[in-house]
């Protein structure tokens, strides 16, 4: 248990010690989070049945994670990213406890050593839950199934149609929060499924029990709302599995675009030790008789399943892959404990375990120290712009001076508290009319989802300004990261075939030679 508390407490320090220093998208999380603060303010203002309707009806067809972070607001979250990270944070700490508690209970304290090693050295898992996203409560309910089947047992799991009936909750619950889970989630039930055909005497009961529970949560919380949703969440799922399909092909998963977002955002000594772990500890738990078949099933058929995201017609975003990163996680400690178990005595394993755990940690470091300057450059920024050091106090930016972004959620945020978004020249030279400002810019300010902005939504000419001679700050910054690329494929379709830069390294300009820029023939 102090492991557990351990990591956990770990991570709850980092996640707060970057609430308000991390530079973020506001796209995805606005998005997200504008829903949800419509369901708050729907029962804040309506009642419960309003929220229960607004939630049913959310048109990212992510209605549990719109009910956490609407739920969140109702605690006292805060608003907008900050109270959208806070919530994901919980959502990231769960998981953590979750697949811990997993291996624990499969491979004993060694194999959860090492899993928690692995889970804090990952440049991928650390990045992403900076970040926040949907994948996590999805992942919260995913785990809490795996871990009530494995500590029950599933012989006894799909014999019970109780069980069965809440294993198959927590399956619904993980869909509603995020469809990108849809892989592992059905992996889970097949692997119910084998153990209800290998049971002595079939209840079909427990049949019926597990598909009443996967469809319990959305008729549930349609049904409280005594009447029709405003739009039903089948509706919203369907409409946008057709958008996706209708996706343009150089826009879609490659075979190998999994791995290429893996190798690139982790070092290569940490991947190299981690899948050569994993892969250990695959061979381990196929091969280990004690363990029940279908907890075996559940762990080696993971990334076989979540390769079915390949195979696909939509977008896949590289948070598709992250739910496969716990299974990793969970593999290498299986791996580390059966080589502990052979190559160690039994009072040196535990040691030799955390051992184990910091080796992953330091080998994931020069990879997270790239990233973490990437996501942090906001104190950078307000060092040029202020003249003052960068560091925690160099977010106040000096009365007077104006950042100025250029893009809609490119570039990032990284003075959230100062700085001001344009998309048209109109725009910038209003804002930049008064006092002395800054101008950021990256060669991907135009970006937006698919591809660039029409001209009517953004006239200001940045190819031609990056062209152009003028003096300017170039700033690393999310953009110029592996992450980034990875965070949408349209925009690495674009980078793999040169169509826009990659590494694209922000600019800062004083607003006059911009505008001067802008302007020259």
Known sequence: MAILVASVAYWSVALYWNLRLRAFDPSDPFEQMFYAERSYQAGRVRGPLSWLSEVVSDPLAKPGTNAALSMARAFGAPSGHRGYKIATGVAVLLVLLLFQAAAYLIFGLEGLVAAAGAAIGSNIFLAQAYYGGHP??????????????????????AGSPKGSFLFGASLGAAFLSSYHTAPLLAGAAACWAVAFARAPRMDWRAVAALVSGVVFPILALEGATFAVPKTHYWTILKA????TARVPAEFQSGWGYAAEYFFSCESILFAAALLALAAAGLRTVWKDRRLELETRLLLCAAPPFALLCLALPTVQLGRTYLPLLPFAFVLAGAGAAALLERAAPARWRLALAAACAAILFGLGLPRRRTTFDAFFAGPRIAGIIGNVPAGPGARAVPAGERLVVVGRSIPYM?????????????HLRSAVGAGRAWVLVSPLSAWFWQGFMSPPEFDIPVKKVFASGGDYFELDGIESDPMERFTNEAIHAKTASGAIPFPARNRLYRAEEFLRLCDVK
């Open 136 to 157: 996590w409560f999805g992942q919260v309910f995913l785990w809490l199934a795996c871990l009530f089947a494995i500590e029950s047992g599933w012989g006894a799991l």
């Open 414 to 426: 990284y003075l959230p508290d100062h700085d001001l978004r344009v998309q048209t020249m109109s």
């Open 240 to 243: 946008w599995t057709l958008k």
